[in-house]
């Protein structure tokens, strides 16, 4: 993983991503510290390294963390072997390094306590509704909300990783921002900036972070985000090249292209940690989903059209990009109007001249107005997506699910609890289509989760 992030990003230069600082000259030409590259002639805002790392290391061990076999006794994985069963049937392993015993997640145990919650789930009941009903005490009820988010967020992530891997043909994904609120302890909600990426064909959602440091103290500034305002979005437009300008014109009117202000200073104070700028948030994001991604396969990546999110894209992406694995495209994409398909028009816009292409399509949900630009090799994208603009409908949905105001009153971690909770109930219970890619399994079943997930620890590379 790269630890330098101040580089070029300008695609097809030389210099790009080269983390070679001695190759760039310091400047403060366009009203704020930056680095030049002396080849493309562009000034990147220089960055902070250690937040876009910190916040890579808190996702990776929150939210990637494949299951595992870790002995009990050596408190790390080993090799291991199988030691039969435990009485009620649950795998044994035997650890090859201390010859201590243990025992893989008992899936009857677990489904006795944790079914009845993702019945109720299932059924219609909304987290705002789930304690009363469930009849448990408070302390119980939220122990075992804790233990659902565990289990249900790991059979997410490793079967999410399965679809990209075993998918035909070149993939399209989706990576765009929202806010998202929880309570602060300091009198205000909490606003978090969050990046999400959904997948174009079926829409699962692969994967969401947020710009939450947790556990920072406050002393440490760098980093931090600072603005008290919360930028104007543009002026719709029926005119989807109008939105593009009024786009570059706001980015371009900041003090720096990476200052984005989505909060006023009220509302990123919290008692869990310290809100980071977005910019470092976009890099964290794309470091985690290329760990996600599987070698060797095509992507196109279509991003809200932000400059930083491109960015972090390109520069954490690089490989892939030169070798045109990975392209790379801004996109817009509304329902419209329109009654009949239109041809594609083109458009060079912005500081860079980029082309942009806007065309209506149909699809099996009606009409949509497509814009479009491609950042990196200038190949048509498929445009495959089916019709839904999957980020939005996620968002939607959750918040039907989880009104924004119930959001308000819960603690950072139980907000991002329900959150896993309804992304593996969006992926797998939502949508025929995305369970149907697994064949028969049951994701309505404890049992059958607490299974699979021993299955894939006990067959990990440090099983023999």
Not at 353 to 377: K, M, N, V
Request: with cysteine.
């Amino acid at each position: 993983m790269r630890t330098q992030f101040n580089c070029c990003k300008t695609y097809n230069c030389s210099n790009l991503a080269n983390p070679d600082l001695s190759l760039y000259q310091t400047s403060s030409q366009l009203g704020f510290a930056s680095y030049k590259c002396p080849l493309c002639g562009v000034f990147t805002p220089i960055l902070e390294n250690e937040p876009i790392l910190s916040l890579t290391r808190q996702i990776e061990s929150n939210q990637l963390q494949l299951p595992n076999v870790e002995c009990p006794t050596c408190l790390k994985q080993t090799y291991t072997h199988a030691y039969g069963y435990t009485r009620i049937g649950t795998p044994r392993l035997k650890c090859q390094q201390c010859s201590s015993v243990f025992s893989l997640l008992s899936p009857n145990r677990i489904a006795r306590t944790l079914q009845p919650l993702l019945a109720l789930l299932l059924s219609g009941t909304l987290p705002c509704e789930l304690l009363q009903k469930s009849q448990l005490n408070s302390k119980t009820f939220y122990v075992r909300i804790k233990q659902l988010s565990s289990l249900l967020r790991q059979l997410n992530q490793l079967y999410i990783q399965q679809y990209l891997g075993e998918s035909e043909g070149c993939l399209s994904l989706h990576t765009a921002s929202f806010t998202s609120l929880s309570r602060s302890g300091q009198g205000h909600s909490l606003k978090c900036w969050n990046l999400s990426t959904t997948e174009c064909r079926y829409g699962f959602h692969v994967l969401d972070t947020d710009n939450l440091y947790l556990n920072r103290t406050q002393t440490e500034t760098v980093g931090l985000y600072y603005l008290n305002t919360v930028e104007a979005l543009p002026a719709l437009s029926d005119s989807s090249f109008q939105m593009v300008q009024a786009t570059y014109d706001k980015i371009f009117a900041r003090t720096k292209f990476d200052e984005l202000g989505y909060a006023i200073q009220a509302e990123c104070q919290s008692n869990n940690g310290e809100i980071l700028r977005p910019v470092y948030a976009a890099h964290a994001h794309w470091i985690s989903l290329s760990k996600l991604l599987p070698k060797y396969h095509s992507f196109d990546f279509f991003l809200e059209h932000e400059s930083f999110i491109r960015g972090g894209a390109i520069t954490n992406l690089t490989p892939e990009v030169i070798s045109c694995n990975y392209n790379l495209y801004y996109l817009y994409a509304q329902r419209s109007l329109a009654v009949t398909p239109s041809l594609i028009e083109h458009k060079s816009i912005g500081w860079w001249g980029e082309t942009w292409s806007t065309q209506t399509r149909h699809y099996p949900s009606g009409y949509w107005d497509i814009t479009f630009c491609a950042l990196t090799a200038n190949k048509k994208p498929t445009l495959e997506f089916n019709g839904v603009e999957w980020h939005q409908d996620y968002l939607e949905q959750l918040h039907q699910w989880l009104p924004l105001e119930h959001q308000k009153t819960l603690s950072y971690e139980m907000a991002k609890h329900w959150r896993t909770i309804f992304t593996y109930l969006y992926n797998f219970t939502y949508s025929q289509q995305r369970s149907a890619f697994f064949g028969e399994f049951d994701f309505t079943s404890i049992t059958e989760i607490a299974s699979a997930l021993n299955q894939y620890a006990a067959n990990s590379p440090h099983r023999k």
